[in-house]
């Protein structure tokens, strides 16, 4: 494994052990044993989008580890000017030890990989959330024992959230279905890829696919770079919500995630949110543990 920039390049097997790690880092970072496995290191992140929960444990993660992270606001490099992504990525990696990024189009993460001679991390793209989607794995694994024979449901918008979920949960081992108005479907790749390996269901039916959750999941309806389509999706998405009524419908003791930042209201209503909050915020602080994991398997410290 070089970079992370889709779960699809990941086995189940490298799944396994990136989350293995990520309890392991979690353990040390409690009981007083953080040890500098990348000391010294410099990862450069390089932001086009807003960010709170990436930006922030991708910095702090290399800070327990023993290095140092750097912010490079897209708009403030060349690369925002049009130095293209291939000259970024060979200068950057005379530099730094690693690369995240977060960025509209997954063509530009892949380029920047392509070019580079240290791993780059997919930070999220329009495609996919990799880093968010190892963190919501954790979290299951951590609440509910296994993957075997659980159930995922992700309710809304077939968007980047979608297509990571379908394919985590196919490689380890969950059923997935995932209700969305028609046309707002996840990637048509991903869901022929995911309907021939594993156990996935699109639909428009928000109740058939709530029933028998262990976890239900949900995401924005309008994504970064959608703000104009913000409220004609309101429109479109009426209904596809986590709600009370809907929670009934799932497993009594059904989890309830999402990545954040939540518009409550829509996607999800307060009192949900707020009796879920719990597996929520520590769905948030995964990201420091799964991602600390995904950098000491990337750049190369010691276990
Ligand atoms: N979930 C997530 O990626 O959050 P940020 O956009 O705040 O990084
Ligand atoms: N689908 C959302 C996820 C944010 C973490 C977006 O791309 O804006």
């Given at each position: 494994?070089?970079?992370?920039?889709?779960?699809?390049?990941?086995?189940?097997?490298?799944?396994?052990?990136?989350?293995?790690?990520?309890?392991?880092?979690?353990?040390?970072?409690?009981?007083?044993?953080?040890?500098?496995?990348?000391?010294?290191?410099?990862?450069?992140?390089?932001?086009?989008?807003?960010s709170?929960?990436?930006?922030?444990?991708?910095?702090?993660?290399?800070?327990?580890?023993?290095?140092?992270?750097?912010?490079?606001?897209?708009?403030?490099?060349?690369?925002?000017?049009?130095?293209?992504?291939?000259?970024?990525?060979?200068?950057?990696?005379?530099?730094?030890?690693?690369?995240?990024?977060?960025?509209?189009?997954?063509?530009?993460?892949?380029?920047?990989?392509?070019?580079?001679?240290?791993?780059?991390?997919?930070?999220?793209?329009?495609?996919?959330?990799?880093?968010?989607?190892?963190?919501?794995?954790?979290?299951?694994?951590?609440?509910k024992?296994?993957?075997?024979?659980?159930?995922?449901?992700?309710?809304?918008?077939?968007?980047?959230?979608?297509?990571?979920l379908?394919?985590?949960?196919?490689?380890?081992?969950?059923?997935?279905?995932?209700?969305?108005?028609k046309?707002?479907?996840?990637?048509?790749?991903?869901?022929?890829?995911?309907?021939?390996?594993?156990?996935?269901?699109?639909?428009?039916d928000?109740?058939?696919?709530?029933?028998?959750?262990?976890?239900?999941?949900?995401?924005?309806?309008?994504?970064?770079?959608?703000?104009?389509?913000?409220?004609?999706?309101?429109?479109?998405?009426?209904?596809?919500?986590?709600?009370s009524?809907?929670?009934?419908?799932?497993?009594?003791?059904?989890?309830?995630?999402?990545?954040?930042?939540?518009h409550?209201?829509?996607?999800?209503?307060?009192?949900?949110?707020?009796?879920?909050?719990?597996?929520?915020?520590?769905?948030?602080?995964?990201?420091?543990?799964?991602?600390?994991a995904?950098?000491?398997?990337?750049?190369?410290?010691?276990?």
């Amino acid at each position: 494994m070089k970079h992370l920039l889709k779960l699809g390049d990941l086995s189940s097997r490298e799944i396994t052990d990136i989350l293995n790690l990520a309890d392991q880092l979690k353990f040390e970072k409690y009981h007083g044993e953080r040890k500098p496995y990348l000391g010294g290191k410099t990862l450069g992140m390089i932001f086009t989008k807003a960010s709170t929960r990436t930006r922030v444990s991708f910095e702090v993660g290399m800070y327990q580890l023993g290095g140092n992270a750097l912010f490079l606001s897209g708009s403030e490099m060349q690369i925002g000017r049009g130095e293209p992504a291939e000259d970024t990525a060979r200068v950057l990696s005379k530099y730094l030890d690693g690369i995240m990024i977060r960025t509209y189009k997954q063509s530009e993460v892949e380029k920047l990989a392509e070019f580079s001679d240290i791993p780059v991390i997919n930070g999220l793209t329009d495609y996919c959330h990799p880093c968010q989607v190892l963190a919501d794995l954790m979290t299951i694994r951590e609440r509910k024992g296994s993957f075997k024979g659980k159930k995922l449901t992700f309710i809304g918008d077939g968007n980047n959230m979608a297509n990571s979920l379908i394919v985590g949960a196919v490689k380890t081992g969950m059923e997935i279905a995932v209700a969305c108005p028609k046309g707002y479907e996840p990637d048509a790749e991903i869901i022929k890829w995911g309907t021939q390996n594993g156990k996935v269901t699109i639909t428009d039916d928000v109740k058939a696919a709530a029933e028998g959750a262990d976890v239900m999941y949900t995401d924005v309806w309008a994504s970064m770079g959608q703000e104009g389509e913000a409220e004609l999706r309101k429109e479109k998405f009426k209904g596809f919500c986590i709600d009370s009524e809907l929670m009934k419908l799932a497993k009594k003791d059904a989890m309830v995630l999402h990545c954040l930042p939540a518009h409550r209201g829509e996607e999800i209503t307060a009192e949900v949110l707020e009796a879920h909050a719990d597996e929520i915020f520590a769905e948030a602080e995964n990201r420091l543990h799964a991602q600390k994991a995904v950098m000491v398997t990337l750049m190369g410290g010691k276990k």
